[in-house]
């Protein structure tokens, strides 16, 4: 059970979703607009947001954006075409998971569990690699000293990186591993996650030596 901040403009939708996620177990709060969704979230934190991409005024994105401005909390975003642009602007915004509408309420269940479940992994242990270090039990990384913030995924994926220092990881893997999907088609979110961590622990992200790109195969972190 979770609570959960859901904001979709739809009333039809909106109700919905509510109670379907209410019969599974979850404390649903509902907003109309981006701007409402944001007080909401001022007021009471929830465990999760799922966000529509198509609101009136801030859009789901820009709702997305602000919210990782100073807070991990997980989001997923709906988007009703499945576009590519939304989603891929969606991720880079800091989105943990998207979904296509219309969506089952047993499918977005199983995504919030799945994204929640990331959340509160934890990993015994503790590695360094350089100057980064990573506290698997505190689930803290540091870099030179200072605390670096990530989100509950980009965390899950830097662990599952750091488990084995230079061996290559496919898209696949990685997708299963930290998300728990396994349509290849959305390998773009291991993309995604892996440009924002780069853009957290690289010196110069646009060339990486941490996270290292293995083309047409995936991702590898570099061996100390």
């Given at each position: 059970?979770?609570?959960?901040?859901?904001?979709?403009?739809?009333?039809?939708?909106?109700?919905?979703?509510?109670?379907?996620?209410?019969?599974?177990?979850?404390?649903?709060?509902?907003?109309?607009?981006?701007?409402?969704?944001?007080?909401?979230?001022?007021?009471?934190?929830?465990?999760?947001?799922?966000?529509?991409?198509?609101?009136?005024?801030?859009?789901?994105?820009?709702?997305?954006?602000?919210?990782?401005?100073?807070?991990?909390?997980?989001?997923?975003?709906?988007?009703?075409?499945?576009?590519?642009?939304?989603?891929?602007?969606?991720?880079?915004?800091?989105a943990d998971d998207y979904v296509v509408k219309p969506v089952e309420p047993r499918v977005l269940d199983a995504r919030i569990r799945a994204v929640l479940r990331r959340a509160e992994n934890s990993h015994p242990d503790r590695s360094?690699?350089?100057?980064?270090?990573?506290?698997?039990?505190?689930?803290?990384?540091?870099?030179?000293?200072?605390?670096?913030?990530?989100?509950?995924?980009?965390?899950?994926?830097?662990?599952?990186?750091?488990?084995?220092?230079?061996?290559?990881?496919?898209?696949?893997?990685?997708?299963?591993?930290?998300?728990?999907?396994?349509?290849?088609?959305?390998?773009?979110?291991?993309?995604?996650?892996?440009?924002?961590?780069?853009?957290k622990i690289e010196d110069e992200p646009a060339e990486p030596r941490l996270i290292e790109t293995v083309r047409g195969f995936g991702y590898r972190f570099a061996a100390p």
């Amino acid at each position: 059970m979770a609570t959960i901040l859901f904001v979709d403009d739809d009333p039809s939708a909106r109700a919905a979703l509510e109670m379907a996620l209410s019969r599974q177990g979850h404390r649903v709060t509902s907003r109309a607009t981006g701007e409402e969704g944001l007080e909401a979230l001022r007021a009471r934190r929830p465990e999760i947001a799922v966000l529509d991409v198509m609101l009136p005024g801030l859009d789901g994105i820009e709702v997305c954006r602000r919210i990782r401005r100073d807070d991990t909390l997980p989001v997923i975003l709906l988007t009703a075409r499945g576009d590519d642009l939304d989603v891929v602007l969606g991720l880079e915004a800091g989105a943990d998971d998207y979904v296509v509408k219309p969506v089952e309420p047993r499918v977005l269940d199983a995504r919030i569990r799945a994204v929640l479940r990331r959340a509160e992994n934890s990993h015994p242990d503790r590695s360094v690699h350089g100057d980064l270090v990573i506290d698997r039990a505190a689930l803290k990384v540091t870099r030179r000293g200072r605390d670096i913030r990530l989100t509950p995924t980009e965390l899950r994926l830097l662990l599952e990186l750091t488990r084995r220092p230079g061996r290559a990881m496919t898209r696949q893997h990685l997708l299963a591993a930290v998300w728990e999907h396994t349509h290849a088609g959305d390998s773009r979110l291991v993309d995604a996650c892996v440009q924002r961590v780069r853009a957290k622990i690289e010196d110069e992200p646009a060339e990486p030596r941490l996270i290292e790109t293995v083309r047409g195969f995936g991702y590898r972190f570099a061996a100390p």
